[in-house]
């Protein structure tokens, strides 16, 4: 910061230039796609589909709504926007809303410049503190986003027709920046005709005040689609106002959303004492129980499936195996099949279930998770190595599994029942512990009976596998 300028006088000097907040973002944006980066580090599964349309709204200098379900990344891509902004930006030092040196806006800084001239005082701001965000409530008023004025102001001595007894909003604060309003549909209308002028004519005007702020401000909003929101409408001239309107979408295939599961879940910490893991297997069995959810009749579909299922329900998968082991007095742990029952409090909360009948939302959670085991099962197990382990079981084995059971006595199946090798091992390529094969003989066990081809009794915490003879 001592090598920057620090009056007007060292920053005309310098050859900076001031370029709108639009022409900055585009130049930046160009220089990211050119060599080929990504506009966005952490935003999965948006190559080929929104980041295209983002890219052109960026290069159109467009106002931007992003509308989607919940748990679609729209405010992460929101807030990430600010990396394309400069690192630095100077503005009149003193000034509440980033007066650009070359053309002040407010009355502080037009007669700071008028006194002092080349003189005048210059700060510099970092590009993070160039976003401003409101949440849009039904209380949110005008004073909250474009100003108000100042009773403290006027109670100093200052006459109400005076500039400097206004208060700014988050709008104007946030000039020669990016304003993002979240849950747009939740502003009521009559706030919502106060942000057309800011689209449109790029300014703003308080109360009765003869004066008009010209600002310049990027303006990106965020909404859920209008065809189920209750809650309220963005009205007709608003979205209007808006360049491009893009539609976010969840993770199109299981592999992605595990994916995204894997980056977002917070990791186990417990010391160097307990180590989980979570077999791939049963992280896409995660995965797909949310792909499963966002297909099924019995979910309310309007409401959305969000990604944040699948990251919650991943950690719980995890928790529940720490506990388990724990209780054991296992020093590494692996998740297993009936570690999946603890997805219940993770996930009924979050999705909105359509029961015809009370009280069966158990079942019809019960049934997702199950398909999901199945369906990870088909695409992971070789069906040519489970005939001789039917084949096992139609003899009279019988076999009991649970959290009760250590991960030592599950393992040793694999040496009691030679059948269970081939598959155990296709599911544990770089872990031969008794954890991972204890895990993988629970998953074996259970794809089997899932695919109606041994017989479970259930018991509290532990289950029965025989023959189906």
């Known amino acids: 910061m001592t090598e920057r300028a620090a009056t007007l006088g060292e920053l005309r000097a310098s050859g900076w230039m001031s370029l709108p907040v639009k022409e900055e973002i585009r130049a930046n944006a160009v220089a990211k796609i050119s060599a080929g980066e990504a506009l966005f580090d952490g935003v999965l599964g948006y190559e080929d589909t929104v980041m295209p349309q983002l890219e052109n709204a960026l290069l159109a200098g467009h106002d931007v709504i992003f509308l989607g379900e919940r748990g679609q990344a729209k405010t ?19 000034s509440e809303i980033n007066d650009d040196p070359y053309a002040p806006v407010s009355k502080h800084a037009r007669d700071l410049i008028d006194e002092m001239g080349d003189d005048t005082p210059i700060s510099w701001v970092h590009r993070d503190a160039r976003f401003g965000e409101k949440l849009a409530t039904p209380d949110t008023s005008i004073s909250d986003l474009i100003g108000e004025v100042d009773p403290i102001k006027v109670a100093e001595g200052r006459y109400l027709s005076d500039e400097l007894t206004l208060h700014y909003g988050l709008v104007p604060r946030t000039n020669r920046g990016i304003f993002a309003i979240n849950e747009l549909p939740d502003l009521a209308e009559r706030i919502q005709v106060g942000m057309l002028n800011v689209l449109e004519e790029r300014d703003v005007q308080i109360r009765g005040y003869k004066i008009r702020l010209p600002l310049d401000v990027m303006l990106v909003a965020s909404a859920n689609p209008e065809d189920y929101t209750n809650r309220g409408r963005i009205i007709t001239p608003l979205k209007d106002r808006f360049g491009s309107q893009i539609r976010t979408h969840y993770p199109l295939d299981a592999d992605l959303e595990y994916q995204i599961m894997k980056q977002e879940a917070r990791p186990l910490s417990v010391g160097e004492s307990v180590g989980v893991t979570v077999p791939e297997y049963l992280g896409e069995v995660v995965a797909t129980f949310s792909q499963l959810a966002r297909s099924s009749n019995h979910v309310n579909q309007r409401s959305g499936v969000s990604v944040r299922l699948s990251v919650s329900n991943y ?155």
């Open 76 to 94: 992460r891509m929101i807030r990430s926007l600010t990396g394309l902004l400069d690192e630095w930006m100077p503005i009149v030092a003193g």
């Open 315 to 469: 950690e719980a998968l995890a928790a529940n195996a720490l506990r388990r082991g724990l209780r054991a007095g296992e020093r590494t742990v692996v998740a297993r099949v009936d570690d999946l029952d603890a997805l219940a409090a993770s996930s009924i909360g979050k999705i909105e279930i359509e029961a015809l009948e009370d009280g069966r939302e158990g079942v019809i959670f019960d049934n997702l998770v199950k398909g999901a085991v199945l369906t990870v099962f088909k695409d992971r197990v070789d069906p040519s190595h489970t005939t001789p382990i039917v084949d096992a079981f139609e003899e009279g084995l019988v076999v009991q599994t649970g959290e009760d059971m250590t991960s030592d006595q599950l393992a040793g199946l694999v040496i009691e029942v030679p059948a269970l090798r081939a598959p155990v091992g296709a599911l544990t390529p770089d872990d031969s512990s008794a954890p991972a094969l204890a895990a993988a003989v629970e998953f074996v066990l259970e794809g089997l009976h899932l695919s109606k081809r041994l017989n479970k009794d259930d018991s509290g915490s532990s289950a029965t596998y025989r023959g189906r003879l």
